[in-house]
C-alpha cells in the first residue's frame, strides 16, 4: 500500500467554521483516530501551514466508550472503528471528510456536548433502583432469552449516533431520541427495575417523549451495536398506552 490521502476535517465553533484539508501516508489499519493523532504530532495542513491541533474525543478506542462519535463522510459512526483504506475504497477517492454531529452543540472542531443524552437518561431513570430489591442470596431468576434480549440492550454506548441520525431530534424538537426510550425497555424488562417501571413509562408520555417519534427507522440503521431500536420504541409505545389507560381507569400497579 503506497500513496497519500485527504482527510477534511470541518473544524472551528459555532459561527465560525470551515473545512481544512490534511495529507497524510496511507498505511495498513489505520483508522480515522490514529490519522487524526498523526496530525496532532505534526499540524500542518496540505498547504504547509501550521495550525491548532485537531480537537476530539476519544476513549476506549474499542468501540465500547461511545466518545468518538464524528460523522465519517458524512454517516454517523465510532470513527475508532472506522478503517481509512476501507473508507476510501467505499468511495473510491483518497479522501476522508470528517464532520461533527449537528444534534449536539459543537465545542469545538471534532468535539461535540451529548450532556443532553444522559440527562434524558436521569429523567427516565434508567437506573436499576435497589431499594426494597433482595439483600441476600441471589436475585430473582431471568431466562436465557429475557437475558439475551436485555444483554443487546445494555451495550447502548449513549454514543449519540441513533440521535444524529432522526429527524426529529434537533434544536427545535424535545424529543428524547431513541436512546433512552431503548433503555427504558431494558430496565423495565429486569425484575427489580422493574419496580421502578411507571414512574418512567410516565416520563415516556410527557412533552418530548415516545409521542413525537416519527418512526423514520434511521436510527436503527445507524446504530454501531445493531441495538433493535425500532423494537424497542415499539415495545415501550404499546407499555405507555397500557399505562395511559391504567391511570386513566385508576387501576393500581399490582405489589
Known amino acids: 500500500m503506497e500513496g497519500k490521502f485527504i482527510l477534511k476535517v470541518y473544524r472551528g465553533v ?18 480515522v483516530i490514529s490519522a487524526l493523532m498523526e496530525i496532532q504530532k505534526n499540524p500542518y495542513n496540505k498547504k504547509g501551514e501550521k495550525v491548532e491541533p485537531i480537537v476530539w474525543e476519544q476513549g ?15 454517516k454517523p459512526r465510532q470513527s475508532c472503528t472506522a478503517i481509512i483504506e476501507n473508507l476510501i475504497e467505499e468511495t ?3 479522501l476522508v471528510a470528517l464532520a461533527p454531529f449537528t444534534k449536539f452543540p459543537l465545542v469545538r472542531d471534532l468535539h ?31 431466562s436465557q432469552k429475557k437475558h439475551d434480549s436485555m444483554y443487546v440492550l445494555s451495550t447502548c454506548m449513549t454514543c449519540g449516533c441513533c440521535s444524529e441520525a432522526c429527524p426529529q431530534v434537533g434544536p427545535k424538537s424535545k424529543f428524547i431520541g431513541p436512546a433512552p426510550i431503548s433503555q427504558v425497555r431494558l430496565f423495565n424488562a429486569n425484575p427489580t427495575g422493574e419496580m421502578q417501571k411507571t414512574p418512567r413509562l410516565h416520563a415516556l408520555m410527557e412533552e418530548g ?10 436510527c436503527v440503521q445507524v446504530c454501531p451495536k445493531k441495538i433493535p431500536l425500532t423494537e ?9 398506552t397500557g399505562q395511559s389507560w391504567k391511570d386513566f381507569f385508576s387501576i393500581p400497579d399490582k405489589e
Open 209 to 218: 417523549g415516545i409521542a413525537d417519534c416519527g418512526n423514520a427507522q434511521n
Open 60 to 74: 476506549c478506542l474499542e468501540e465500547v466508550c461511545g466518545s468518538c462519535s464524528m460523522l465519517v463522510n458524512g
Open 232 to 240: 424497542s420504541i415499539a415495545v415501550a409505545g404499546r407499555e405507555v
Open 92 to 94: 473510491g477517492a483518497p
Open 14 to 31: 459555532s459561527g465560525d467554521q470551515y473545512w481544512e484539508e490534511f495529507e497524510l501516508d496511507r498505511k495498513p489499519f489505520l483508522n
Open 112 to 142: 461535540v456536548d451529548r450532556s443532553k443524552m444522559f440527562d434524558d437518561l436521569v429523567r427516565v431513570k434508567a437506573w436499576i433502583d435497589t431499594e426494597g430489591s433482595p439483600t441476600n442470596g441471589f436475585g430473582p431468576r431471568i
